[in-house]
């Protein structure tokens, strides 16, 4: 059994649809960082939380630590939010355990 | 800043050939890491640092060496290439145990 498991592991939405994107994990762990990876191939750092909940413009990041369990929610999506959207665990010795990732296409 | 640089882009070996990869940041952070991404499997660490002149082993580090001579730079070495490790590379680094900054990646074939 992976230690990070993601679902959907693929989903297609329209434009303008929340999106919501789920993390279990089955580490301790003291952190989880949520991860962009574009199209291009390039990662961008969008949250580290460890705890409760954090916002950015219209990207929601929550976690429950002792559910194991952490959500990526987008609101009013858009087409340059496609991406595959990687959730991270952080474990002991400041090593992240990487889920597969969730491959988000948002057509117009 | 540049940022995370990662050199060079693309590379194709011949099993049995030897490269090194090199890391670059100009953020003058402590740690540093190599991944390695694989289809179907999320980023595996390979290697990191926490500070120069130290390195450590992460979750697949066999087949690869590594060396952090200056705070800046972070190598990674194939000393006799594989096809297994035919892969996308990143390297990342982070000022303190948070949030990491990753390169562009390294597309590498052996063939």
């Known amino acids: 059994k992976n230690e990070v498991e993601q679902s959907p592991q693929n989903l297609t939405a329209q434009e303008g649809e929340f999106i919501t994107i789920n993390c279990s994990y089955s580490?301790?762990?003291?952190?989880l960082h949520w991860l962009q990876q574009h199209p291009g191939g390039g990662i961008v750092s969008l949250f580290m939380?460890?705890?409760g909940k954090k916002k950015h413009g219209r990207l929601i990041a929550t976690i429950n630590i002792q559910e194991k369990h952490s959500s990526l929610h987008i609101t009013a999506s858009h087409p340059r939010d496609s991406a595959v959207y990687i959730c991270a665990p952080k474990g002991g010795a400041q090593k992240l355990v990487f889920g597969q990732g969730t491959r988000l296409t948002i057509n117009p | 800043n540049a940022g995370v640089t990662q050199t060079p882009k693309f590379r194709v070996l011949k099993t049995g050939q030897s490269m090194t990869l090199l890391c670059a940041q100009d953020?003058?952070?402590?740690?540093m890491y190599w991944y390695r991404q694989d289809p179907g499997m999320g980023l595996r660490l390979i290697h990191y640092?926490?500070?120069?002149?130290?390195?450590a082993k992460g979750e697949v580090p066999d087949g690869y060496n590594v060396s952090r001579l200056k705070k800046q730079n972070f190598l990674l070495g194939l000393e006799s290439a594989a096809p297994s490790q035919t892969s996308v590379y990143f390297c990342a680094s982070s000022p303190t145990r948070d949030t990491q900054y990753f390169g562009p990646g390294t597309r590498l074939t052996v063939l």
């Open positions: 640092s926490v500070g120069e002149g130290t390195t």
């Open positions: 939380l460890s705890s």
């Open positions: 580490v301790g762990i003291s952190a």
């Open positions: 953020m003058n952070h402590e740690y």
